[in-house]
């Protein structure tokens, strides 16, 4: 059985990383998708889709699981969004996540979805991990080594720092 999990992963943190440990029980193969593979260097998306593929894929190299890192640019039509996917994507049996949009339109679609419970979400969330980026604060506690090591790589705190430098440059 193949799953598919899908994230913006803005930046992959250990709490997709303990998702993705739980999917890995559960199926053969993984399908991660990069949502919004379209969008980088904004305060809320301040990663292209190729720096997420090597934070994912690095860091998903610990399980024993064959793993395929799609990007998934999004679309202005929700009602085509998981055709889109499943054209994008390898096969997949099962969807995993715990977005109430990407839940509806699997189920929409005859998908079967799981979800999984959070794991300490006070404080992995993508949103506080760009704001203690921005902040200055620690972060790196908070994403697997491998993805820790790509942000510190490309500059990725420094880069997330001036792209919310300026005025008008939106939520985190
Ligand atoms: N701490 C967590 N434990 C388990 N699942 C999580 C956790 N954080 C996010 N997820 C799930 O991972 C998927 C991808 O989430 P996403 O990439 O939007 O991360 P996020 O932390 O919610 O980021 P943001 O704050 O940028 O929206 C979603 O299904 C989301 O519910
Ligand atoms: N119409 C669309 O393009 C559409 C619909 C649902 C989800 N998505 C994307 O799927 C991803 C879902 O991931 P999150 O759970 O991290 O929000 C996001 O990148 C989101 O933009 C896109």
């Known amino acids: 059985m193949r799953g598919f999990y899908i994230g913006r992963f ?4 250990a709490g997709h990383h303990h998702m993705v440990e739980e999917i890995a029980e559960q ?3 993984l399908v991660l998708g990069i949502g919004s593979a379209g969008d980088s260097h904004t305060p809320r998306n301040p990663f292209t889709a ?9 860091s998903v190299a610990e399980f024993d699981i064959p793993t395929y890192v799609v990007p998934i640019e999004d679309l ?4 085509v969004w998981v055709s889109h996917v499943q054209s994008m994507s390898p096969a997949f049996d099962v969807a995993f996540s715990n977005n109430p949009l990407v839940i509806r339109l699997f189920e929409e679609a005859g ?9 300490r979400r006070e404080i992995l969330e993508g949103s506080e991990l760009r704001e203690r980026m921005i902040d200055g604060e620690d972060w790196d506690s908070l994403v697997p080594d491998p993805a ?5 790589e490309i500059g990725g705190v420094e880069r997330i720092q001036q792209v919310s430098d300026t005025d008008g440059a939106g939520d985190t």
């Open 76 to 79: 202005d039509r929700n009602s």
């Open 111 to 119: 998908v079967e979805v799981r979800q999984s419970p959070m794991f």
């Open 148 to 152: 820790a090591a790509v942000i510190k």
């Open 10 to 13: 803005q930046p992959y943190h």
């Open 27 to 29: 199926v053969d193969e």
């Open 50 to 58: 190729g720096e997420r593929v090597m934070m994912v894929t690095k």
